[in-house]
Nanobody, 126 residues
Framework: QVHLVESGGGLVQAGDSLRLSCAATGYTFPNAAVGWFRQAPGKEREFVAT????????YYTDAVKGRFTISRDNAEKTVYLQMNRLKPEDTAVYYC???????????????????WGRGTQVTVSS
């Protein structure tokens, strides 16, 4: 079992930065691929970034490449999402997800996520 709690969201202006954190409990965390997803009002939840279990290979959706960076600290059981040069279209609830059954690349499909956090709101004003 993995329990996830996100933090770090807020209201910022376009061009600003935010750092999201996802704290995990559960002994399986180092063995789980983890990722960040987001859901805007009226839209489906979508993949943002994932990171592999131990060698920290990362994957990003095209919309955030070069602006967002995902990282993880297995000792602290925490996953981060550094978000730079934020845009109004980044506004969404951001969710942390973990999956023990698939590798990080396949975790980009939300259907492969085994555990979800409750989300943190990110709002970017223009």
């Amino acid at each position: 079992q993995v329990h996830l709690v996100e933090s770090g969201g807020g209201l910022v202006q376009a061009g600003d930065s935010l750092r999201l954190s996802c704290a995990a409990t559960g002994y399986t965390f180092p063995n789980a691929a983890v990722g960040w997803f987001r859901q805007a009002p009226g839209k489906e939840r979508e993949f943002v970034a994932t990171i592999s279990r131990r060698d920290q290979i990362t994957y990003y959706t095209d919309a955030v490449k070069g602006r967002f960076t995902i990282s993880r600290d297995n000792a602290e059981k925490t996953v981060y999402l550094q978000m730079n040069r934020l845009k109004p279209e980044d506004t969404a609830v951001y969710y942390c997800g973990a999956g023990a059954r698939v590798a990080a690349e396949r975790l980009s499909n939300p259907e492969n996520v085994d555990y979800w956090g409750r989300g943190t709101q990110v709002t970017v004003s223009s």
